[in-house]
């Protein structure tokens, strides 16, 4: 077995936990809350809840997998072990990457889009741009230092952020009008659903943590209490999120509101000053986002390109760190973020992180008995997966059919790269671990 760790083991559980949390309670809280709502309407925390159970049943194939595998390539090396080195798994790790850029996209735009509240109407577009750029380059700059520096700054990023909502919780907990939240006001239950899986792109995050448990000491202990911490809290933090929200906010409102749902819940009983807290929460939570994306994604392609599948350039590494792949990670997402429509690709991202969701808890089923996990509990999370991901594709179909072209062109472009690739360059994919 090959030494699975590019960097030396410096991260500690509470900064793992951090990676999670952090980029689970990120943008997707902030840029779809109002959705979730017009979706599910008074049912949106079990909506919540209902999509934390799938994240929750996907984390403990995570962390069956991680301890086997302890590689910073995380989700690529767990696909590698269970389906080898074929194109199904070649074109799932670039889908992989793929959904990365999506997602640090999503987070940069809402990022920009909270910030621009403080310019001028006049300035407030071109204002909304500057901050998507300069957010991604600044933290692109950050991530250059090592892993210990980007699980410190993690910690206490999260720290501000959860400070400032749990105190919108604590405040507006006092207020709620239980009318607001009774069965009655619930979606039908397909609805209820839906609406759980458009939102699920607030818990993918939890897969970050893959990354980080190469350089992570003692992993065996640590980290599958990690991932059932992060994820466990992350749960009852949007559960309860969502029914202050919907508490404090007639239905319609939120839905009037749907692009700063959580600022504008927190008016009625914080007033303009609750609207600045909660817009400062939703800048440091994505900026949390971005930060632990970019890490993990950084890391993927630097795997990806290690294993064959991306250009050998990925793999060159300064400072112990792949910053070839971060550099085009971070430019990918400088061009999406600042001139495609994210509306769609934040709902096909939910998708493509379901999809990989699903192949994950089949890989843990598959290698059940080399890695010593209950085949029962990874087969409900791929039937769970699948479940989600067909509900997902079903609503979105009768809803916006054009929606359903970003998933099928995500793919169809992450496989297809996966095939002119091989065929150009002639690169075999190398496991990280000997089998």
């Known amino acids: 077995m090959r030494n699975p760790s590019i960097g030396k083991k410096s991260i500690g559980y509470w900064s793992v936990v951090a990676i999670g949390v952090g980029g689970m309670v990120g943008g997707g809280i902030f840029a779809v809350l109002g959705l979730a709502v017009q979706l599910a309407k008074g049912g949106t925390p079990v909506a919540f809840a209902i999509a934390g159970v799938v994240a929750l049943v996907t984390a403990y194939s995570y962390a069956k997998l991680s301890v086997a595998f302890p590689s910073q390539g995380g989700t690529v090396e767990f696909l590698n072990q269970a389906f080898g080195v074929g194109l199904i798994t070649g074109g799932l790790n670039i889908l992989l990457w793929v959904s990365y850029v999506i997602m640090l996209s999503l987070y940069a735009y809402a990022f920009g889009s909270y910030g621009s509240t403080f310019f001028p109407p006049a300035f407030q577009l071109i204002g909304k741009h500057v901050l998507i750029s300069g957010i991604i380059i600044l933290l692109t700059g950050l991530n250059l230092f090592n892993a210990k520096v980007v699980g410190k700054l993690e910690v206490w990023i999260v720290g501000f952020k959860l400070t400032i909502l749990i105190l919108f919780i604590l405040i507006g907990m006092g207020s ?75 239905i319609k409102q939120i839905t009037a509101a749907q692009d700063y749902a959580l600022a504008a819940a927190a008016k009625p009983f914080l007033g303009s000053f609750g609207y600045i807290l909660i817009t400062i929460a939703a800048l440091l939570s994505t900026a949390s ?31 112990q760190q792949p910053v070839e792949g971060l550099f085009i990670t971070s430019g990918l997402t400088l061009l999406v973020a600042n001139f495609f429509d994210l509306t769609s690709l934040s709902t096909m991202g939910s998708a493509g992180f379901l999809l990989i969701f699903a192949a994950v808890n089949y890989a843990n089923y598959k290698l059940s008995k080399k890695i010593h996990s209950r085949r029962p509990i990874a087969l409900a999370g791929m039937l769970v997966c699948l479940a989600a991901l067909g509900t997902l594709i079903w609503q979105r179909s009768t809803v916006a059919p054009g929606q359903i072209w970003v998933l099928i062109i995500m793919v169809v472009l992450s496989f297809g790269v996966e095939v002119v690739y091989r065929k150009v360059t002639g690169r075999v994919i190398k496991p990280y671990f000997n089998k």
Do not use: D, H
């Not at 890490?295 to 599948?309: D, F, N, P």
């Open 176 to 250: 709620i009008n239980p009318q607001n939240i009774q069965p009655s006001t619930w979606s039908q239950p397909f609805q209820l659903i839906s609406g759980g899986m458009i939102i699920f792109v607030a818990y993918e995050g939890c897969e970050l943590m893959a990354n980080a448990v190469g350089e992570m000491r003692n992993p065996e202990k640590a980290i599958p209490k990690a991932y059932f911490t992060a994820v466990g809290f992350v749960i009852v933090l949007y559960v309860l999120i969502s029914v202050v929200t919907l508490g404090n906010l007639p």
């Open 289 to 319: 986002a971005i930060n632990a994306t970019l890490y993990g994604a950084s890391r993927v392609s630097y795997i990806i390109a290690k294993e064959g599948e991306l250009p050998e350039i990925l793999e060159k590494k300064v400072w």
